[in-house]
Nanobody
Framework: QVQLVESGGGLVQAGGSLRLSCAAS????????MGWYRQAPGKQRELVATISNSGSTNYADFVKGRFTISRDNAKNMVYLQMNSLKPEDTAVYYC??????????????WGQGTQVTVSS
């Protein structure tokens, strides 16, 4: 079993910054893709950014140039640096990882979510 725990959310004024972290623990052989998603009230969950195990990144258009995703493979962690935050970035942010188990099977796991609120 694998657990993902996010941290770093909070309340920030527009134009401010936050850094989200997500740590994976449990029966992990390796981790393939990692990513951040978000869900605002009344809306569907949407992709924010992903990073492959080779470090290739992909961003949603609405965060390009403001957010940066990174990973630390030694610590099984993924980060999301969020700059120039806007009120429309307000949402619950979730991390997702594709984890390869000790039996060489790949599973997808989600974190519990962390609230990000940006005030105007």
């Amino acid at each position: 079993q694998v657990q993902l725990v996010e941290s770093g959310g909070g309340l920030v004024q527009a134009g401010g910054s936050l850094r989200l972290s997500c740590a994976a623990s449990g029966s992990i052989f390796s981790i393939n893709a990692m990513g951040w998603y978000r869900q605002a009230p009344g809306k569907q969950r949407e992709l924010v950014a992903t990073i492959s195990n080779s470090g290739s990144t992909n961003y949603a258009d609405f965060v390009k140039g403001r957010f940066t995703i990174s990973r630390d493979n030694a610590k099984n962690m993924v980060y999301l640096q969020m700059n120039s935050l806007k009120p429309e970035d307000t949402a619950v942010y979730y991390c997702k990882m594709v984890v390869v188990s000790l039996t060489s099977k790949a599973y997808q796991y989600w974190g519990q979510g962390t609230q990000v609120t940006v005030s105007s």
